[in-house]
């Protein structure tokens, strides 16, 4: 429907064109029918051959009534619409009309008079003209005779001057103010040249004697030592003036050049003051650099020829100086201190530029320029990996209450990373926010630096956590104080848990934000190629981090199980178990098994979130036991015989076979409770397997039997998935009881007068003060 719309528009708006072109020009409008005719048809009805019986055949052949009738009453609108334009052209041209008319009117009305004020004008100037040539033929006579006498007075002043000449110069060797003297004598030398022999004899002679002074004072100056470059050079430069030969004296100049360049090279401490307080022109180096430009300056007058030995002192002298700032930005320094580097060497450059446009040093100094922003930048990342480092390791000593601070490392340590990388980023923002004139020819290539420092920062950062978390990496625990044995391993434990969360604070945290500044404030770059490295990738990077995240969880659990395993392996193969005696209390592992899960519970509540709790269990009579435990226990002690218990054994084994199945080992999370769960399943999974490596009698197994008992409580409240425990518990119960010779359980109240009295004993203990 809108294109159906927009043709009517088109048509009207040609037709539109064509009453104005008709009217306005008839001519070409006439031409321009005669063109189109040669091209239109006869039934187009907007051309000038147009054939209207043609056109009805036409209309008759291809349409019925009630098409015929539909077109006659768009033709009727059309011949409307046509009549409403035309109309409309003639009103609008009547008022452009009318509106000319008035002007022409007005501008009569204004000019009318005109003539009589340029007449009286005209009338002022020929007056002025003739009181003016008046003037000057009254003075005329005067003018002549003034300027005769001026002329008269210069020289007079110029003939004072001559006979002025001799003391003059002796005025100037007491002030020592040999370049006026020299000025003095060529300027006096044309007339002493003209009239030396004659009128002016005795002032020449005068004057000479002056001179001879003069130019051995000069040569004096010029071989001095103990003269500056600056002053010797314009020495050089009036003995030229006076036509004494120089040209010997090149080398020895050239010398004392190249020995004033140690002079004007930067220092450490210079520089720092010209980046914080002193502007360029209170420094002792700028007045160096200005004399030295002078010293050049002057040196290519005396010697024309001594370009390229000029041009090498120069970038010399530029490149000695970049290399003192690549030095100086490996230590700890802020941009602004490298902003003040910059910006006093590219003074340097930009003076030199002006006396030796041919060294073209600006380019000279882009690419040591870039040295240095490149090693500023690696040294940036560099401190930041070592404060990094600093913070996981040095606050991994003990801390006053003989523990190691764990959630002091992870804090300082996220802080070191996140701040840091913001905070180093910030520093670079400077660089591209300042104007100085090479920094902006260098800020794609300084994006390019920033991206791939970013990316290299986290391979290392990386490497880093890998070689902490090395067993061989004894070295860096003894640097920082920490010791080894059973307290390192503890270190070590408490360090792999602190890369695992931090890897993944880095993951989640740092790397997007990161990659938002990136974006931000270091878009653009990419002139340096592939073959450099590849930019920030953060996809890369979080990938290797949430790798690396995974495997220090999986270590730190395997080395805390490791320890447990110890202490478990110890216990059940340090007994005969053949000839244990009755069970009297809960056997003493059980408290170091649950110190070592008292001590992993502290751990990961420093440094993992809390998750949620599942699989929760409770018994109407408050019993620990797991329901296939129940049975067994039951069972057992209505029947007082060894064949009936082991009969017994085999009932159990074909329950688990239709017992629904519980999941044991899941994948290990970010959280206090799946990891210290994930310890104790593989710790009991251990206990199991060492179970069935010994033979145990009715005793053994009723110890066994107590320790599992008293576990139960306690497991079940440190761990998420207190069914998988209950049925690993059941499952070492089960072990013992297959290793065993007559497998008669302890009866109830028995077992729970043991528990009772093992948990008032703890109690007891708890309450003396340490």
């Not at 008079?113 to 009254?138: A, F, P, W, Y």
């Not at 003989?402 to 701040?419: F, H, I, N, P, R």
């Not at 089960?734 to 109690?763: F, G, H, M, N, Y």
Request: proline content about 3%.
């Amino acid at each position: 429907m809108m294109v159906a719309d927009e043709v009517p528009l088109d048509d009207k708006a040609k037709r539109m064109r064509d009453l104005l072109s008709s009217f306005y020009s008839p001519e070409s409008a006439m031409s321009t029918g005669i063109d189109s005719a040669k091209h239109a048809s006869p039934d187009d009805i907007n051309s000038n051959s147009f054939d209207p019986d043609h056109y009805m055949n036409l209309m008759v052949h291809k349409s019925n009534l009630e098409g015929l009738l539909q077109r006659h009453v768009e033709m009727a609108a059309e011949i409307k619409n046509l009549d409403t334009d035309l109309q409309m052209l003639v009103y609008e041209n009547y008022n452009k009309f009318i509106s000319a008319t008035d002007t022409i009117k007005r501008m009569k009305s204004n000019i009318s008079g005109m003539e009589t004020n340029m007449e009286q004008l005209l009338e002022k100037i020929m007056s002025v003209q003739s009181r003016s040539d008046s003037v000057n033929t009254s003075l005329f006579d005067k003018r002549e005779h003034i300027e005769k006498l001026h002329r008269t007075c210069n020289l007079l002043r110029k003939v004072q001057f001559i006979y002025d000449l001799p003391d003059r110069l002796n005025k100037c060797i007491k002030s020592e103010a040999y370049a006026d003297a020299v000025r003095f004598y060529t300027g006096a030398m044309p007339i002493l040249m003209a009239y030396g022999d004659s009128s002016f004899r005795d002032c020449k002679l005068a004057s000479e004697e002056a001179m001879a002074t003069i130019v051995k004072n000069l040569q004096g100056k010029l071989f001095s030592d103990s003269e500056s470059i600056q002053k010797r050079a314009e020495a050089a430069v009036l003995l030229k003036q006076l036509e004494y030969p120089v040209d010997n004296l090149k080398a020895k100049l050239l010398e004392k050049l190249d020995q004033s360049l140690k002079g004007i090279q930067l220092k450490p401490e210079e520089i720092k003051d010209v980046a914080v307080d002193l502007t360029p022109s209170d420094s002792a180096h700028e007045a160096s650099i200005n004399e030295f430009v002078e010293a050049v300056r002057a040196f290519r007058v005396i010697f024309p020829d001594s370009e390229e030995q000029l041009v090498t002192l120069a970038k010399d002298l530029v490149t000695k100086n970049f290399a003192i700032a690549e030095e100086y930005v490996q230590t700890r320094v802020c941009a602004a201190d490298l902003l003040g580097v910059l910006r006093v060497i590219w003074n340097d450059v930009l003076l030199l530029d002006e006396v030796l446009e041919e060294a073209a040093l600006s380019n000279h100094s882009l690419e040591a320029a870039k040295a240095v922003v490149m090693s500023y930048i690696k040294s940036a990342f560099s401190h930041l990996l070592q404060d990094i480092s600093d913070s996981l390791l040095k606050v991994l000593k003990k801390d006053g209450m003989g523990e190691y601070s764990l959630e002091v490392a992870l804090d300082a340590s996220t802080k070191a990373v996140l701040q840091g990388g913001m905070n180093i980023l910030q520093e670079f923002r400077k660089l591209l926010d300042h104007n100085s004139g090479i920094l902006v020819r260098l800020r794609e290539l300084t994006i390019d630096f920033v991206q791939e420092g970013i990316q290299d920062f986290f391979r290392q950062l990386e490497d880093h956590f890998l070689r902490f978390s090395g067993r061989n990496n004894s070295s860096a625990f003894k640097d920082h104080g920490l010791v080894e044995g059973a307290q390192g391993d503890k270190a070590f434990a408490g360090l792999v848990l602190v890369l695992a969360q931090l890897s993944a604070f880095i993951e989640q945290t740092v790397i997007p934000k990161i990659t938002e500044e990136i974006a931000t404030s270091f878009t653009g770059g990419s002139v340096r190629g592939y073959e450099y490295g590849p930019a920030f990738v953060p996809g890369e990077i979080c990938r290797k981090f949430r790798s690396a995240g995974e495997k220090f969880l999986h270590l730190y659990v395997n080395v805390r199980t490791q320890r447990i395993s110890f202490l478990l392996k110890k216990r059940f193969s340090t007994p005969n178990w053949v000839k244990h005696k009755e069970p009297r209390e809960v056997h003493m592992f059980v408290d170091l098994f649950l110190q070592e899960l008292e001590t992993i519970g502290t751990e990961v509540k420093q440094t993992l979130p809390q998750g949620k709790r599942k699989h929760r269990r409770t018994d109407s009579n408050g019993s620990t036991a797991s329901s296939r435990s129940n049975p067994l226990r039951e069972e057992k002690l209505n029947r007082s015989n060894t064949q009936k218990a082991r009969s017994q054994l085999l009932e159990t084994h074909l329950a688990k076979l239709f017992k629904q199945k519980v999941e044991i080992f899941t994948k290990v999370e970010y959280t206090q409770e799946s990891v210290v769960t994930t310890i104790v399943k593989l710790s009991l999974k251990s206990l199991q397997e060492f179970v069935r490596l010994q033979t145990f009698n009715r005793s053994g197994f009723q110890q066994v039997q107590l320790d599992i008992q008293f576990l139960r409580i306690p497991l079940r409240e440190i761990v998420e998935d207190e069914a998988a425990i209950d049925f690993l518990l059941d499952e070492v119960i089960v072990a013992t009881a297959e290793r065993c010779l007559d497998p008669i359980p302890l009866e109830p109240p028995i077992l729970d007068k043991l528990i009772q009295a093992k948990l008032a004993k703890s109690k007891e203990q708890n309450a003396i003060p340490s």
